[in-house]
């Protein structure tokens, strides 16, 4: 983890989330790099406030949207944080926009944190061929299918890839994300 709550002061990074996302996914590594003095932005299709749950099922509150995705540039962010959740993973997977976003800061070279359901965002991008990743494990075969290689490990790093599977590894996933962007030079805005 980074030394000091103010080792990310300074640093901006991106929640891509919608509608359905898993509530927890969205806020442990939001108050991570808040304590750790980052700066947060929540991304999403619309515009408003868009609804939480917890295990997909149960309703687990709204969390108030920054801005649209469409109006975004990856190069705003030092960092990308994509939440899992299926009705959220599908709904981003699904949008232009979102899929988009996701690719240019893949192909940035910035770090890009996805758990759980997240890594469906990534396949339609078209940027894990050729990388070792994990997931939910019901995703696992998708992502073979489009070229990478799976692991069942709590949180993988492939370059500026980072992924997890479940809730369950969010203390690792919350660390991994802040090393990598600790450790990354800063970006020329």
Known sequence: MTDTP???QG???AILATDGVERRELTEPRDAIVDAGGAIELLSLKDGEIEARDHDLELAGTFRVDRRVEGASADEFD???I???T???DKLRSDESAVAFVRRFVESG???AVICHGPWVLIDAGVVEGRTVTSYPSLRIDLRNAGAKTV???VVVDGNLITSRTPDDLPAF???LLNAVAKAPAPQR
């Open 83 to 85: 939440p899992g959740g």
């Open 152 to 154: 069942d490990e709590e």
């Open 6 to 8: 103010t080792a990310l």
């Open 11 to 13: 640093m901006k990074f």
């Open 87 to 89: 009705v959220n993973a």
């Open 110 to 112: 910035r770090p890009v």
């Open 174 to 176: 919350c660390d991994a």
């Open 79 to 81: 960092a990308l944080v």
